[in-house]
T-cell receptor, first 115, second 113 residues
Framework: SAVISQKPSRDICQRGTSLTIQCQVD?????MFWYRQQPGQSLTLIAT?????????ESGFVIDKFPISRPNLTFSTLTVSNMSPEDSSIYLC????????????FGPGTRLLVL | KQEVTQIPAALSVPEGENLVLNCSFT??????LQWFRQDPGKGLTSLLL?????REQTSGRLNASLDKSSGRSTLYIAASQPGDSATYLC????????????FGAGTQVVVTP
């Protein structure tokens, strides 16, 4: 299994500013993902962040808006840039562990409110 | 493109009743199917993972079945308790989409004392 922590747990931000969310895992993992959950919605994958390569973004998400870093096998950051109220969501970090059949684990999430 | 549907969207039962949550998927070429629990404003907790070669998985009061041919998975929660109140999400991992879990919209469960 994997234990994932995220910082901050929540934040209230002003329109036009940026927020960087940190994700720390208690073990080395190759595959790390960032998801967004808008209010009342299910989860949508933003990007896959594998160490040693550029992040791969899903349709509708771009690097300029959501830059991602993955400096090592236990850590990643997601920045939400030039925020607008539509960015108000829960942002979740996730990792996949291959032993036991590609089990996926999620962090506690970062609850973001943009005013 | 895989589509995952969960029915019902919401469910309220009295304590002690068994819960049956349904998940259907359109593309049977899945690597596995995973059930999660989400408490309000929180992250996801993994409940059960069913490999594509398996028919069911059990953990305590929870049992999940998988029928790939019909594109369905069912999560059973026996003898429900108020602490089981949460949103339950199913997610399918495709063979050809190594990164992307496709999530259903979830079933919101309330267990009343």
């Amino acid at each position: 299994s994997a234990v994932i922590s995220q910082k901050p747990s929540r934040d209230i931000c002003q329109r036009g500013t940026s927020l960087t969310i940190q994700c720390q895992v208690d073990s080395q993992v190759t595959m790390m993902f960032w998801y967004r959950q808008q209010p009342g919605q299910s989860l949508t994958l933003i990007a896959t962040a594998n160490q040693g390569s550029e992040a791969t973004y899903e349709s509708g998400f771009v690097i300029d808006k959501f830059p991602i870093s993955r400096p090592n096998l236990t850590f990643s950051t997601l920045t939400v840039s030039n925020m607008s109220p539509e960015d108000s969501s829960i942002y979740l970090c996730s990792v996949r562990i291959s032993s036991g059949g590609e089990n996926q684990y999620f962090g506690p999430g970062t609850r973001l409110l943009v005013l | 493109k895989q589509e995952v549907t969960q029915i019902p969207a919401a469910l309220s039962v009295p304590e002690g009743e068994n819960l049956v949550l349904n998940c259907s998927f359109t593309d049977s070429a899945i690597y596995n199917l995973q059930w999660f629990r989400q408490d309000p404003g929180k992250g996801l907790t993994s409940l059960l993972l069913i490999q594509s070669s398996q028919r069911e998985q059990t953990s305590g009061r929870l049992n999940a079945s998988l029928d790939k041919s019909s594109g369905r998975s069912t999560l059973y929660i026996a003898a429900s308790q108020p602490g089981d109140s949460a949103t339950y999400l199913c997610a399918a991992l495709q063979h050809d989409s190594w990164g992307k879990l496709q999530f259903g919209a979830g079933t919101q469960v309330v267990v009343t004392p």
